[in-house]
């Protein structure tokens, strides 16, 4: 039985995205506070709510549970200021702030605005499997069981030779340089990165949505930003500034605080978030951004003292026994009911409450905890199955012989189309209320799920994306402890085990390790498995292909550390 140890809160991130990757690569197909920080902060409270979080659905738009209707809505870009109606250019997985007249307990609302604001958009200079990050403008970008992708490129909707569309980060190439005496560089995938800024020592952003398009032409002063909290360095007259690694050069920017323009000489200080952007590359590997403006931008999509506000994200520390962090933002969760637990690091949640009167602390109200470091994912690829009410906006659908539940937290998108990210999502809408009619008239039952296991071990969907029709079958997960694995060391004879229930059949040719040992897999090492379903088996043949292998990860023991300094045990974690 194999075994490595890698830090916890990588360990968390790396290993689901790792083998999210590997299935659905055999396919042919905090944030900031968005806009310019309020200039009065501390004034008399709004009537109404803002939600920021994560796009789960449409029809009109799902964030945090909520239905928000977008009939009236405007939908603001917070870098270009570019302002347009409906939904047409938003994606699933992109984090944006809602403001609204609900309660943030209310199902449904009306939205007013939708605050778009990515984190990153450049040139892919780096990519680290073992890690899985990717480095964006000097940002170190973790990608994770949530992050999603998706391909805006001309040639992927081309009507004769299209390319086949990137749907995970195997297909993003990084930037090279090489030659001499003169170098040569050629630039990495363009991308669009939506997330979380996360404070800690090797992750600046948590990746929700990846998007990868042509590299701009266009001129807009935001095609190469980055968002993050800044490093202010030296004197007044010669201050640096920097976002992480990568340097600010204002010496041309227009800089804006408050929602005012100001000397760019003053104009942030360390521990602000800080959004600046450029219409022209920087040289690459980016180091260094001469900005065409920089604003400062605020933790929060608002910071007036009182207004009730509901946050999602990533919990990056946690400070004795009622506060934590999440976003930057800090979260006084000294008034929830008595025997609340406190997230840990790398856990995701849900945090509703009011704004401090200094319109810095979150005084939280509701808690909810996903504990990223304890439950256990799969990720599962093949024909989705008859769907099945089995409940209020709840259903089952059978992938692989699993009966795996699907509920309004379930973040829905269909990828199956051609020229699915030109359409408007809310015209003809995937999203929980039509899931059963929808799936059930799709061309294509090829499926993608992201799931951990709910009560009594059934499989609940995170996510679910309808591919592009296809015959793979893959699976990702724990091997289990009974049946025991039977392995086999002749090619011909085949290895064999079940993850999750579902038996593999892998010729012994086709099994490879993440660390160089022997190709024996063991009850609960973590194993990607991609090949044929036959009957209620995947087949794994003996020539490994991207469509036909067994990956064997290992078996995880104590991590050295999350990054609050405290040890913790990963539990079945991919």
């Known amino acids: 039985m194999k075994k490595f140890e890698v830090g916890a809160w990588a360990t968390q991130r790396a290993l689901p995205v790792a083998l999210a990757i590997a299935v659905s690569a055999v396919l042919t197909a905090c944030g900031g506070g968005g806009g310019d920080e309020p200039a009065a902060p501390g004034a008399p409270a709004a009537t109404s709510t803002t939600s920021s979080g994560v796009i789960t659905a449409f029809g009109s738009v799902f964030v945090n549970g909520h239905r928000f209707h977008t009939e009236s809505a405007r939908v603001i870009d917070d870098d270009t200021g570019a302002v347009t109606s409906g939904a047409t250019g938003l994606e699933v997985g992109m984090v944006v702030d809602v403001k609204h007249h609900g309660r943030g307990t209310d199902d449904e609302a009306d939205a007013d605005e939708l605050h778009v604001h990515p984190l990153v958009r450049g040139f892919v200079d780096a990519t680290d499997a073992t890690a899985a990050t990717l480095t964006v403008m000097g940002q170190k970008v973790q990608l994770s069981s949530g992050t999603s992708f998706s391909d805006r490129r001309a040639c992927v909707s081309a009507a004769t030779s299209p ?48 998007s990868v398009s042509d590299a701009p032409t266009g001129g807009s002063p935001a095609s190469f930003k ?104 800090v979260v006084d969760a000294s008034g929830l009911p008595a025997g609340t637990t406190l997230p840990k690091v790398g856990d995701e949640v849900r945090v509703l409450g009011t704004l ?46 699993q009966d795996v539940t699907v509920n309004a937290k379930t973040r829905l998108k269909d990828v199956s189309i051609l020229g699915w990210e030109r359409r408007d999502p809310t015209a003809t809408p995937f999203n929980i209320t039509t899931f059963q009619s929808y799936l059930n008239a799709s061309a294509s039952k090829s499926v993608l799920v992201i799931a951990e296991p709910g009560t009594g071990g059934a499989l609940v969907a995170k996510s679910l994306t309808i591919l592009p029709s296809s015959t793979v079958a893959a699976i990702s997960g724990v091997v289990d402890a009974t049946p025991a694995p039977v392995n086999s060391t002749v090619t011909g004879t085949a290895t064999v085990f079940f993850v999750h229930g579902v038996k593999v059949s ?42 036909n292998r067994v990956l064997d990860l290992g078996v995880l023991r104590e991590g050295e550390g999350d990054d609050d300094g405290h040890q913790r045990r990963n539990r079945g974690m991919f």
């Open 163 to 210: 390319c086949t569309p990137i749907s995970t980060a195997d297909g993003l190439v990084a930037t090279t340089v090489g030659g001499t005496p003169t170098a040569t560089t050629t630039p990495g995938s363009y991308v669009t990165v939506h997330g979380f800024l996360f404070d800690g020592p090797s992750t600046d952003v948590v990746a929700t949505l990846v």
């Open 226 to 329: 980055a968002e993050g909290v800044v490093t202010v360095t030296g004197g007044t007259a010669t201050s640096t500034v920097s976002i992480n690694g990568l340097k600010l050069d204002l010496s041309k920017a227009t800089c804006r605080a408050g929602g005012a323009t100001v000397s760019c000489a003053n104009a942030f200080a360390s521990g602000q978030v800080v959004s600046a952007g450029s219409a022209t590359a920087p040289a690459l590997p980016a180091t260094v951004l001469v900005a065409d403006f920089a604003r400062k931008a605020s933790k929060l999509p608002v910071e007036q003292a009182g207004a009730t506000i509901e946050l999602e994200g990533i919990v990056s520390s946690v400070s004795g026994t009622t506060t934590f962090t999440v976003r930057g933002v």
């Open 356 to 401: 401090s009167a200094d319109g810095t602390t979150v005084k939280a109200t509701s808690l909810r905890t996903e504990d990223e470091a304890e439950e256990s994912k799969f990720a599962l690829k093949g024909q989705a199955g008859t769907v099945t009410a089995a409940g209020t906006n709840t259903f089952t659908v059978s992938i692989l012989g």
């Open 506 to 547: 892998a010729d012994p040719a086709a099994i490879r390790t993440a660390r160089n040992g022997t190709a024996t897999v063991a009850a609960g090492d973590q194993v990607v498995v991609v090949g044929t379903l036959t009957g209620s088996t995947i087949v794994v043949g003996p020539t490994p292909t991207g469509n």
